[in-house]
């Protein structure tokens, strides 16, 4: 018996290791992973895949620096495809930390909880596929991590006509629930102003005295 287990084990140490590994639906390695990749599989009000339709999104620190308040965000946040497009997407991280492409609303059939999603732990690019359905609709796009959510990392992709715009969408759309940074003003406040003016204007007084002393 100790031989046998010995044997075997020698056996499966020899098996090649494969950095990337299929657990139903969800293709892992070390840089990061694509769950629900479909290709091929074809939704049921779809008859054929419509067109190919290639994006490139970028995430990252740097995206967000025009945007007030916010820390993360994608190059782009609004894209429109037919209905039945296949949409092959290649999401770069150009920051250090984890990021996700993920979207939301995909027939359940297909997609468990519906959603197609796109992770990188850190710098890096990954591709994969989905097909869309034939209705008119806008999904929700975002980072699954709550604070990237929050601090800007959502977009909306629209098949067909869409069904409007979502909220919050950087650059697109206004927020559902607006930063707010309210100030307190007591009288102690303005007492500290005045104090300050008047302090500022006898320093201000006393350097030109003192220059003009120096000057003559």
Request: glycine share 8%.
């Amino acid at each position: 018996m100790k031989n046998t287990l010995l044997f075997l084990f020698f056996c499966l140490s020899a098996l090649p290791v494969f950095a990337a590994m299929n657990h139903g639906g969800m293709i892992m390695d070390e840089k990061g992973m694509i769950m629900n990749h479909t290709p091929d599989k074809l939704p049921k009000d779809c008859k054929a895949v419509s067109e190919d339709v290639n994006i490139t999104i970028r995430g990252g620190h740097k995206f967000a620096k025009d945007f007030a308040g916010k820390m993360f965000t994608y190059d782009k946040r609004d894209w429109q495809v037919p209905p039945c497009a296949r949409v092959n997407v290649t999401f770069i991280n150009e920051d250090d930390v984890r990021h996700q492409f993920m979207i939301h609303g995909l027939p359940g059939y297909m997609y468990p909880k519906g959603m197609f999603t796109i992770e990188l732990y850190g710098k890096g690019q990954k591709t994969g596929s989905f097909i869309v359905p034939s209705r008119d609709y806008t999904y929700y796009i975002h980072c699954e991590v709550s604070q990237h959510t929050e601090k800007g990392m959502k977009g909306q992709l629209k098949v067909g006509k869409g069904t409007g715009d979502l909220d919050s969408i950087l650059g697109l759309t206004a927020p559902l629930t607006p930063d707010l940074y309210p100030i307190n003003n007591t009288h102690y406040t303005w007492i500290t102003l005045i104090f300050s003016i008047i302090i500022g204007a006898v320093l201000i007084r006393l350097l030109a005295n003192f220059l003009a002393t120096r000057v003559l």
